[in-house]
């Protein structure tokens, strides 16, 4: 597939592009459409909320400890045969969370339903990157990001709308029903239009080892982070599980040096740009997790609103980040993806630092523009920072580097919301013990010091969004010979491994 020649997107790009774009929007939408209906789920099957947490949790921790190992697939049976097998798994498992715990009435059947469905979600999640970087035109490319990153925001923004919706009016099994259609048309969509496979059909020579301990090691790892707080730091299961992270993760970098086709190349890490980029990404998903999970607590403690009052003022962000998204593929090519960064940079540390200025008595409109300036250098950043990453390697390494993304952007998310919520209690107990605030302190007091708490977790994300500065400048791009698709290297700052 070339592109024409007046320079704009042939139908046939067109239509693989929405291809990409459908398998970011249902990961998108299906990590976060499953929360808002987790009470009512609850109510169904009469458990604690601590076991239902469970629908979220298990898929989480599949989706971490498979990424990897399915983007390193991919390299070696082609990203097509990933990508219409995960989508039809994610399918299937759609369906079944849908019937199966209604045929048994039990809730297993629902959480191993996810569990099923994780393992689609992990396969077209890992190579939804590499197959623009591997399928699109280098001037296509940057507009093509734009657009499958955007979607994959409007899939998280309109998660809990439509699951409320779902649950509200018929009942919680609609919102694993609704993946349904989606999956079959992107199942016939992409038959018809991704480039067939040239890689082989078998997997002689896998790196089986480094699979299971990198599925194990993450897996652990992510659940000591987020359950840690709730079954405590000191339990017994979690020291258990947070030395098996410790031993698995450090056995897989050592074994990954080593091995001939190992899952992750550690060996890509020595390229500075290739680190820089890597490290910009995770840190930028890490500093707003702070934001994204503290602000509802602020908005009904602080300033009490109501739960539907919270969502739409968060909206904003989800909105801001699709406009940046749009704006940032049309950018790419005038501009390079690294003045991008830098400038996207520079929004979110702006809109961090307002977020440090609030209080009891701020204007919602302050609060709206402070989350519609983040969620603008969010949606800047995410594809030029990707499409920096995924140029800067070879072919061979595409389905590998791209599953590395898809990990850097969840994972760190997941990490960033058990330290922001560290930082924030134990700001709130320094703060509260410095005042002598108790529990027979007048509540306006109360209400101040839980405020402080939030400026001080937020100051966190502030310094962080100077270091994504600093990193951003930094970076360069380094285009592989191998992404060049015989056109230019895209802006001003493009450069070769």
């Not at 405590?232 to 086709?261: C, K, N, Q, S, Y």
């Not at 983040?374 to 990707?386: H, K, N, Q, R, T």
Request: proline share 4%; net charge neutral; hydrophobic share 55%.
């Amino acid at each position: 597939m070339e592109p024409s020649g007046n320079g704009k997107v042939t139908g046939s790009l067109t239509l693989l592009i929405i291809s990409i774009s459908l398998a970011t929007f249902m990961a998108g939408l299906d990590g976060t459409i499953v929360n808002i209906a987790l009470p009512t789920i609850s109510e169904a099957f009469d458990v604690s909320t601590t076991t239902v947490s469970w629908v979220a949790t298990a898929y989480l921790l599949v989706m971490a400890g498979c990424v990897l190992v399915f983007g390193k697939i991919s390299d070696i049976i082609g990203f097509k045969r990933v990508f219409l097998a995960g989508f039809g798994i994610f399918t299937l498992g759609s369906l079944a969370c849908g019937v199966l715990p209604e045929i048994f009435n039990s809730l297993a059947w629902l959480i191993t339903s996810r569990i099923f469905q994780a393992i689609g979600g992990a396969m077209i999640t890992a190579i939804a990157p590499a197959m623009i970087t591997a399928y699109i035109p280098m001037e296509q490319k940057g507009r093509a990001m734009g657009i499958v990153m955007t979607l994959a925001a409007l899939g998280a923004a309109l998660g809990p709308s439509i699951g409320g919706v779902l649950t509200q009016f018929f009942s919680w099994h609609a919102i694993f029903f609704i993946n349904v259609p989606v999956g079959i048309v992107a199942i016939l969509l992409g038959a018809k239009v991704i480039p067939k496979d040239t890689a082989g059909t078998k997997l002689a020579g896998f790196d089986s080892t480094g699979a299971a301990l990198i599925f194990v090691g993450l897996a652990s790892f992510l659940f000591v982070v987020s359950e840690g707080e709730t079954l405590g730091w000191t339990a017994p299961g979690i020291l258990a599980l947070a030395l098996v992270a410790v031993v698995t993760l450090g056995w897989f970098v050592r074994h990954e040096l080593t091995a001939a086709d190992p899952i992750l190349d550690i060996r890509l890490f020595r390229n500075r740009n290739f680190l820089l980029t890597n490290l910009l990404l995770s840190l930028v998903f890490f500093s707003f997790a702070g934001i994204n999970y503290l602000l509802p607590f602020y908005l009904k403690y602080v300033q009490s609103y109501d739960t539907s009052s919270a969502g739409l003022i968060m909206t904003s962000l989800s909105f801001a980040m699709m406009a940046a998204g749009i704006l940032s593929g049309i950018l790419y090519n005038r501009t390079g993806p690294r003045a991008l960064c830098i400038l996207s940079g520079i929004f979110l540390t702006g809109g961090y630092y307002m977020m440090t200025r609030l209080h009891t008595d701020t204007h919602a409109g302050f609060i709206v523009l402070s989350l519609a300036i983040i969620g603008f250098g969010l949606g800047l950043m995410v594809s030029p920072a990707s499409s920096m990453v995924m140029n800067s390697v070879s072919r061979a390494k595409q389905g590998m580097v791209s599953s590395l993304t898809g990990l850097e952007r969840f994972a760190p998310l997941t990490l960033g919301i058990a330290f922001f919520n560290l930082v924030f209690l134990q700001g709130i107990l320094t703060i509260a013990t410095h005042h002598d605030v108790t529990k027979s302190s007048p509540a306006a007091m109360q209400i101040k010091v839980l405020s402080a708490g939030f400026d001080f977790a937020f100051f966190i994300s502030f310094v962080l969004g100077i270091v994504i500065i600093l990193i951003a400048i930094l970076a360069r791009q380094e285009i592989h010979p191998d992404n060049l698709n015989n056109s230019e290297p895209a802006g001003p700052d493009a450069g070769f491994i």
